[in-house]
């Protein structure tokens, strides 16, 4: 068993320990792994392992991914920030993104989107935690974008993701997952046909299993920690946001 193997399988039992605990369905929680800064070797490492979902955040490296792994049958997720002059490379390649913010860009990824593929399944990212760094829209601008969204042809509705700050204390990280299944619940009032939850990483997965998840975004706990050179050429260990 490979190293990534042997990570993912432990990455699965903490998603079916923790669905377990909090009493639901372990079949109802996607593993998302997140393969960005990973080379293809390492991809095709996971797929051996059974994984079939992958999670990119820079629109360029994805789709030399993409096309470097179509020999496999692969579901490709695009969930980092999106920049107008990127939005064809997604809308092409990309089978969802859990990261629209702006109606402008949702715009832009249908009008760019294949008419031979089929809409291109979408989340809307939801700044819970108020930070002035983090992408995403707050629970009050939510309803009108979203209303929006669902009028949009090539794009189909799936749910809300989030990226709160980084905590260790349990409690705390259930509070902040609280706070967007209570929104999807208040969307769905609205005939929002939300089905997913994209939340929780490596270090608060259990936390996000306990409060709705539907896909868990898992990079460090399935690659281990991204190893990038620094402009001085010295290697820099960092696990990021996975």
Known sequence: ???????LQAVRTRVELAAIQFGRPPKDISILAV??????????????????????????EGEKKIFELADLSLEWHFIGPIQSNKTKVIAENFDWVHSID???????????????????????QLNVSGEASKQGVTSEEAPTLL????????LQIRGLMTIPKP??????QRQEFK??????EKLCQLNLPLDTLSMGMSEDLEAAIAE???????????FGE?????????????????
Not at 38 to 60: K, L, M, N
Not at 147 to 154: S, Y
Not at 213 to 218: G, N
């Open 102 to 124: 702006r109606l402008k860009i949702a715009e832009r990824l249908a009008a760019a989107r294949p008419r031979d593929k089929r809409p291109l399944q979408i989340c809307v």
């Open 226 to 242: 991204r190893v990038k050179a620094t402009p001085r050429g010295i290697v820099d260990n960092t696990t990021g946001a996975s």
């Open 147 to 154: 209303l929006n969204l669902a009028k949009i042809p090539q």
């Open 212 to 222: 709705g998840a539907t896909i868990v975004r898992i990079g460090s706990g399935i």
């Open 1 to 7: 068993m490979t190293t990534i193997a042997f990570s």
């Open 167 to 172: 905590c260790r204390d349990f409690g705390e």
């Open 179 to 184: 706070k967007l299944r209570e929104l999807k």
């Open 35 to 60: 393969s960005k800064s990973q080379s293809v070797e390492r991809i095709r490492d996971a797929v051996a392992a059974g994984q079939r979902t992958f999670g990119e955040s820079y629109a360029h």
